[in-house]
């Protein structure tokens, strides 16, 4: 899913509020612009030509992600959507509200996928959506972008952000212990249909394993933190990563009651994931809210 997130804050009010919008300059295809997320903000906005019929939504979503051999990139994952569309089509048809207490949103941020709307012809429309009443996007479009079933068509790299020794050597020596940090809020799964642990599977990760320890960091008592100190580090890839994947997606949700004496950091190069190495293993994702228990054998076999 290459999706590419445009954030804009407003620094004051009425004409200075966000159009979402661009001056013209640049072409809009059917695909995701191979550019940083500066690049594809720039990019032309105008409102969907009347008569126009969507066929299909393409997505672009920003990540950084380590490819094995290159190194850490900043990337792009393209998705796509089929079907009319009709409620993303439109709230684009709306009108723009007129702003409401402008000194309130005077320090609001507002962020909104980028994305490109497509008729039955190949014609590409990166659409001007229309604001709401604090100058961000008018929410019925991004929550209708949210709804669309949207499936992964490919990760195109854009720009090199470490270098594959840096990558390898990334490890922290230290590293708090978010597993035994996590309160049971932290860990109710995210809806009830299985959620892949990432989407789409990383090529590599980078593993770095950690043993607890009592010591915490924090000057005060009320700041110290359970904490692991790096124990091994390798790169993942290939059958034992898939191995690994299909365990970390193939579980139920739920957690574990047992601690354990070490737990590893699963880093694809961004969005990283804990797991727990004890009799009960649990994989963990807070950004996602992601929380399994994992067949002891397996996963401590491939992360040991």
Do not use: K, N
């Not at 950084?64 to 393209?78: F, K, N, S």
């Not at 994305?115 to 929550?143: H, I, K, M, N």
């Not at 990760?155 to 708090?176: K, N």
């Not at 009651?257 to 004890?278: I, K, N, Q, S, T």
């Amino acid at each position: 899913m290459v999706l590419a997130v445009l954030v804009v804050v407003v620094l004051g009010g009425g004409d200075g509020m966000a159009r979402w919008t661009s001056e013209p300059g640049r072409s809009v295809t059917a695909s995701c612009p191979r550019t940083s997320a500066a690049g594809r903000a720039e990019s032309p906005r105008r409102p969907l030509p009347e008569g126009f019929v969507a066929a299909y939504v393409v997505r672009c979503r920003p990540v950084t992600r380590y490819l094995p051999g290159r190194g850490l990139w900043e990337a792009v994952i393209q998705e796509r959507a089929d079907g009319p569309a009709g409620d993303l089509v439109a709230a684009l048809r709306r009108p723009s509200e007129r702003p409401l207490f402008p000194a309130a949103c005077t320090l609001m941020g507002f962020s909104l996928d980028y994305f490109v709307v497509v008729d039955s012809s190949g014609r590409a429309v990166l659409p001007l959506v229309p604001t709401g009443w604090c100058g961000g996007p008018y929410q019925p479009v991004p929550e209708a972008v949210r709804r669309l079933t949207f499936r992964v068509e490919g990760v195109q790299p854009v720009q090199l952000v470490e270098s594959e020794e840096d990558f390898r050597a990334g490890c922290a020596r230290r590293r708090v212990d978010v597993l035994r940090l996590a309160r049971s809020s932290d860990l109710v799964p995210w809806g009830r249909r299985p959620v892949p642990v990432w989407d789409p599977p990383p090529d590599g990760l980078r593993v770095c394993v950690y043993r607890a320890t009592r010591e915490t960091r924090g000057r005060s008592a009320g700041s110290r933190l359970p904490t692991g100190r790096l124990q091994s580090s390798y790169v993942l890839t290939g059958d034992r990563l898939r191995a690994l994947l299909a365990a970390l997606d193939g579980t139920r949700p739920g957690r574990c009651p047992r601690g354990h004496a070490r737990f590893a950091v699963l880093d694809p190069g961004g969005a990283e994931a804990y797991v727990g190495l004890g009799e009960c293993p649990v994989v963990l994702r807070l950004d996602e809210a992601i929380a399994r228990r994992l067949p002891p054998a397996g996963v401590l076999g491939l992360l040991s």
